[in-house]
């Protein structure tokens, strides 16, 4: 199912190794979902409730827009979460970020220490944006703008490779916005809106680096060396 949907999607618009790269956490869910116990469906505060008053372990999988969602409970809590879209998997916080919380939910139950090393690999860090209340205050004051966040993908170079577990920070009128960490191929995924930002790259020994950023209000691919 998240295997077909992530060949679909991504056909001809990943490299080999970003594509095998989300192959390999789109393995994990289908195989964890494959030897789970089905439990409904369930609207999103529902299912946050349910799964909180269970204590469950558990994935739930959702369709926002043509994008398909995963979900991660440990415990009854929500720790990861993913996004599968036209450009691949996204993971964590900046799934939360842009989630439709009134999107319906199925929900499949499996053992914690499955979970806890899903979780692991999609953490939300930031857990005040899992409520439906906070949506809108955390896209920076988002009805002062006409335009929805586009998906800004930055890709980091160090010494021309792909720099790896690097912080990256998104300001906008020194408000932090996001933040992200570059994967094994130096990237890092954030929605956003249009306008002026500074990106703050910061290195394992706490390098700094910043850049100004003008961004269009459209999906962006961004290439900073440093």
């Known amino acids: 199912m998240i295997i077909a949907l992530l060949e679909n999607k991504n056909k001809s618009k990943k490299s080999q190794g970003e594509t095998s790269s989300f192959m390999q956490m789109a393995e994990l869910f289908e195989k964890a979902i494959s030897g789970s116990e089905f439990a409904g469906d369930f609207e999103y505060g529902k299912l946050l409730r349910h ?15 043509r994008k398909s969602i995963l979900l991660v409970f440990v415990s009854g809590q929500a720790e990861g979460a993913a996004q599968i879209d036209d450009y691949g998997m996204l993971y964590g916080d900046k799934v939360i970020y842009s989630l439709d919380k009134s999107g319906s939910y199925k929900l499949y139950l499996i053992e914690k220490k ?32 006409s335009t929805k966040p586009s998906k800004v993908k930055i890709i980091v ?31 890092a995924g954030f929605f956003l809106q249009g306008g002026d930002y500074h990106c703050i790259i910061i290195e394992k020994d706490s390098k700094e680096h910043i850049f100004q950023v003008k961004l269009s209000g459209k999906e962006s691919l961004i290439t900073i060396k440093i």
């Open 114 to 145: 499955i979970a806890e090393g899903l979780a692991a690999r999609t953490r939300i860090f930031d857990k005040k944006n899992l409520k439906q209340d906070n949506f809108s205050k955390n896209l920076y004051d988002i009805k002062n703008f």
């Open 157 to 187: 170079l160090k010494d021309e490779k792909p720099a790896c577990g690097l912080k990256i920070i998104m300001k906008k009128n020194n408000v932090a916005i996001s933040h992200d960490y570059t994967s094994s191929d130096g990237n």
């Open 51 to 65: 799964v909180f008053e269970h204590k469950y372990n558990g994935i739930a999988t959702g369709e926002n827009n």
